[in-house]
């Protein structure tokens, strides 16, 4: 049975500024990966609840003239054609409110989904990874009690994350002062452990 080609079509690659003019006029959420739009995924309703857990453990721990803390559409330029649209991000308080993006960030969560886990595993992990002053990266799977903490230490960050699996443990984070209840992180989300 023959198929009909469905035509391919292009972007050709970006730079940050005509990214920004172009994502402006479209509807839907846009990372800028090594030069190129890359539409990001719906979400379900367990992302969504992990990721307003995680972000009322943040609102009420982190020094709010410290810190701020955003959500999915703040970009974290990790090169020079890459921008990244992470979860959630804890940035110093610092900087014109009317910016879109930043190159600093202390604190990045990503909520793991089947069609991501190698971004977030793999490129976007590097890139995280990179970021002068980050203090931590967490990857939070939504279909298990899973937790894979990134932390840095003196010698910088370690070749593998620390995995958390107990529903009852707790995710310290010592440079932000921060300690967040798994239990709290997976309140009303059925997942098995």
Known sequence: MNRP????????????????AWVARQNGRYELVRGRPMMMNETTRYHSRITANLLRGLLNTIDMDTYDVASGDFGLQTGEDTIRLADIMV???????????????????????????????????QEYLAVPDLQAYLIVA????????????????????????DRDAEI??????????????YRNVDVAE
């Open 5 to 20: 080609v469905v035509p391919r079509i292009d972007i050709p690659q970006m730079s940050i500024e005509a990214f920004e």
């Open 91 to 125: 940035t110093p308080a610092a900087g014109s409110g009317k910016e879109r993006r930043t190159n600093d960030a202390v604190l990045l969560v990503e909520v793991l989904s089947p069609s991501t886990s190698a971004e977030d595993f793999g490129p976007k992990s």
């Open 142 to 165: 939504q279909d298990s009690v899973c937790i894979w903490l990134w932390q840095r230490g003196e010698n910088g960050f370690p070749d593998k994350p620390d995995v958390i699996e």
């Open 172 to 185: 310290r984070i010592d440079a932000l002062g921060l300690t967040l209840p798994v239990a709290q992180i």
